[in-house]
């Protein structure tokens, strides 16, 4: 069974630029979660979505976005980015139902020049 | 607010005795508790977890232990090995309808041949 995917695995982006990030979750796994790694911070919860609904929002600026289509894939959106977005993307998604056991990407690793 | 704090960011044992990370939680809305691993260019992994209705789950050498009124959990590993090495995030899963899993700053183990 294939893992959590997602792409891109590393990117560069300048200030005031946009970034897209992309998860593909297990096959079968209707929730996907997005957290951010920085150091120090550990893994600040952005948002989860679950069949295409927003279901919970960390607390993010209104940059950052998300959302998830029918085949439970999931985007996340930053705009205007800042020097401060540079982090470790990480995207994680769980079988409903479930005691909260999520199965975690390998991240996207992004760095804001 | 951090609901869940790891307080030692670092913690160095020798190979063959026991490691014990800590976590201290502040949500007493939390019904689950888990602990993750992560090596460097990975996503985190699952390692273990426990309910709030007990004090104590073992699973190999890894054992977690839960205070409640306390509000207090500690993961020990014994023996420790050096493929132990990585960074270990504890997290709880609220009980609400959200069912948010928030995780702490991360301990960094260090396991020494």
């Known amino acids: 069974k294939a893992g959590v995917t997602q792409t891109p695995r590393y990117l560069i982006k300048t200030r005031g630029q946009q970034v897209t990030l992309s998860c593909s979750p297990i096959s079968g796994h209707r929730s996907v979660s997005w957290y951010q790694q920085t150091p120090g911070q550990g893994l600040q919860f952005l948002f989860e979505?679950?069949?295409?609904?927003?279901?919970n929002k960390g607390n993010f600026p209104g940059r950052f976005s998300g959302r998830q289509f029918s085949n439970s894939r999931s985007e996340m959106n930053v705009s205007t980015l800042e020097l401060g977005d540079s982090a470790l993307y990480l995207c994680?998604?769980?079988?409903?139902?479930?005691?909260?056991?999520?199965?975690f990407g390998e991240g996207s690793r992004l760095t804001v020049l | 607010d951090q609901q869940v704090k790891q307080n030692s960011p670092s913690l160095s044992v020798q190979e063959g005795r026991i490691s014990i990370l800590n976590c201290d939680y502040t949500?007493?809305?939390?019904?689950?508790f888990l602990w993750y691993k992560k090596y460097p260019a990975e996503g985190p992994t699952f390692l273990i977890s426990i309910s709030s209705i007990k004090d104590k789950n073992e699973d190999g050498r890894f054992t977690v232990f839960l205070n409640k009124s306390a509000k207090h959990l500690s993961l020990h590993i014994v023996p420790s090995q050096p493929g132990d090495s990585a960074v270990y995030f504890c997290g709880g899963r609220d009980s609400g309808s959200a069912r948010q899993l928030t995780f702490g700053s991360g301990t960094q183990l260090t396991v020494l041949p």
């Open positions: 949500n007493s809305m939390f019904d689950y």
């Open positions: 994680a998604s769980s079988l409903e139902g479930r005691t909260g056991e999520l199965f």
């Open positions: 979505y679950f069949s295409e609904t927003q279901r």
